[in-house]
């Protein structure tokens, strides 16, 4: 069973820092995703990646697979930004769809 | 891509009742899927739900419980049964598309049990 661990768990930033959250994990994936999870409890999907890098506006995806390591960077943060961000992977080897989620990043972005 | 809508989104209920969460997709999707998050927890998976057929339940999790239909391609239920206080959480959809093969989530339906 793979183990995904993110960090921080807590991150408070200035509007227009840029920000980072990692994500581990201890088994070969084939897909990890990073999703936003607003207070109201809904969830988007930023991104879902296999290898290399994805930008979207403001916030770039990037994996190493050999190190099994993600990072999510947000650039120029606003208050917006303000949420949980969490990683979720997808383990490698046949049609199971079935994702490994990470505890969370409580984001919090100030004025 | 898609848009996963969840009903009700949230609903306050007294213990001992059941409640019963909608979740529609408005494209073909190959499997859908429920989880819970209960408070400061991160999401577990309860069951995939099956077209036409029983769901598949994880460990931990059964079908008197959690009862889920799935009566087309883009439509499921997931009913909590006879509530306690401790499953008051956050119940998600979600759904993985039969073109791309992403993987999408509802908005959630938040449940306080009283």
């Known amino acids: 069973k793979n183990e995904v661990e993110q960090s921080p768990q807590n991150l408070t930033a200035q509007e227009g820092e840029f920000i980072t959250i990692n994500c581990s994990y201890s088994?070969?994936?084939?897909?990890l995703h990073w999703l936003q999870q607003h207070p109201g409890g809904g969830i988007v999907s930023l991104f879902m990646?296999?290898?290399g890098k994805k930008k979207h506006g403001r916030l770039i995806a990037t994996i190493n697979i050999q190190e099994k390591h993600s990072s999510l960077h947000i650039t120029a943060s606003h208050p917006r930004d303000s949420a949980v961000y969490i990683c979720?992977?997808?383990?490698?080897?046949?049609?199971?769809?079935?994702?490994?989620f990470g505890k969370g990043t409580l984001l919090t972005v100030n004025p | 891509s898609a848009v996963i809508s969840q009903k009700p989104s949230r609903d306050i209920c007294q213990r001992g009742t059941s409640l019963t969460i909608q979740c529609q997709v408005d494209?073909?999707?190959?499997?859908m899927f429920w989880y819970r998050q209960q408070p400061g927890q991160s999401l577990t998976l309860i069951a995939t739900?099956?077209?036409?057929?029983?769901?598949?339940?994880e460990s931990g999790f059964v079908i008197d419980k959690f009862p889920i239909s799935r009566p087309n391609l883009t439509f499921s239920t997931l009913t909590v049964s006879n509530m306690s206080p401790e499953d008051s959480s956050i119940y998600l959809c979600?759904?993985?598309?039969?073109?791309?093969?992403?993987?999408?989530f509802g908005p959630g339906t938040r449940l306080t049990v009283t």
């Open positions: 979600s759904a993985v598309l039969a073109s791309s093969y992403e993987q999408y």
């Open positions: 088994v070969g994936i084939s897909a």
């Open positions: 990646l296999s290898s």
């Open positions: 979720a992977v997808k383990d490698s080897g046949g049609s199971n769809y079935k994702l490994t």
């Open positions: 494209s073909q999707v190959t499997m």
């Open positions: 739900a099956n077209q036409g057929s029983e769901a598949t339940y």
